[in-house]
Nanobody, 124 residues
Framework: QVQLVESGGGLVQPGGSLRLSCVVS????????MAWLRQAPGKEREFVAT????????YYRDSVKGRFTISRDNAKNTVYLQMNSLKPEDTAIYSC?????????????????WGLGTQVTVSS
């Protein structure tokens, strides 16, 4: 099994920034497609961003385009989510996920391994 551990969440004011990190165990990280998803209280889990194994292709949900950036460092087995211009509606638990096939996807069911998540709260 593959273990994923997120970090970097916290409380930030509207307009602020946070960078989330997700460290993935094992030797196959560079073959995985990776994604960030989030779930707010009372809402269903939703796709945020995904990145292919090489890092050359990224995709985002419309509401975060221009504000969030997903990236990865295969030498460190780590995927990142840089979040700028944060809004209260970004408040959620953010989880990272890995897909063995390497293909990017916006569907949570396509991913094989999940972290427990990190809380992001945007409030004044």
């Amino acid at each position: 099994q593959v273990q994923l551990v997120e970090s970097g969440g916290g409380l930030v004011q509207p307009g602020g920034s946070l960078r989330l990190s997700c460290v993935v165990s094992g030797s196959a990280f560079s073959l995985y497609g990776m994604a960030w998803l989030r779930q707010a209280p009372g809402k269903e889990r939703e796709f945020v961003a995904t990145i292919n194994p090489s890092g050359g292709r990224t995709y985002y949900r419309d509401s975060v385009k221009g504000r969030f950036t997903i990236s990865r460092d295969n030498a460190k087995n780590t995927v990142y989510l840089q979040m700028n211009s944060l809004k209260p509606e970004d408040t959620a638990i953010y989880s990272c996920a890995a897909r063995q096939s390497g293909f990017t996807s916006s569907r949570p069911d396509d991913y094989d391994y999940w972290g427990l998540g990190t809380q992001v709260t945007v409030s004044s």
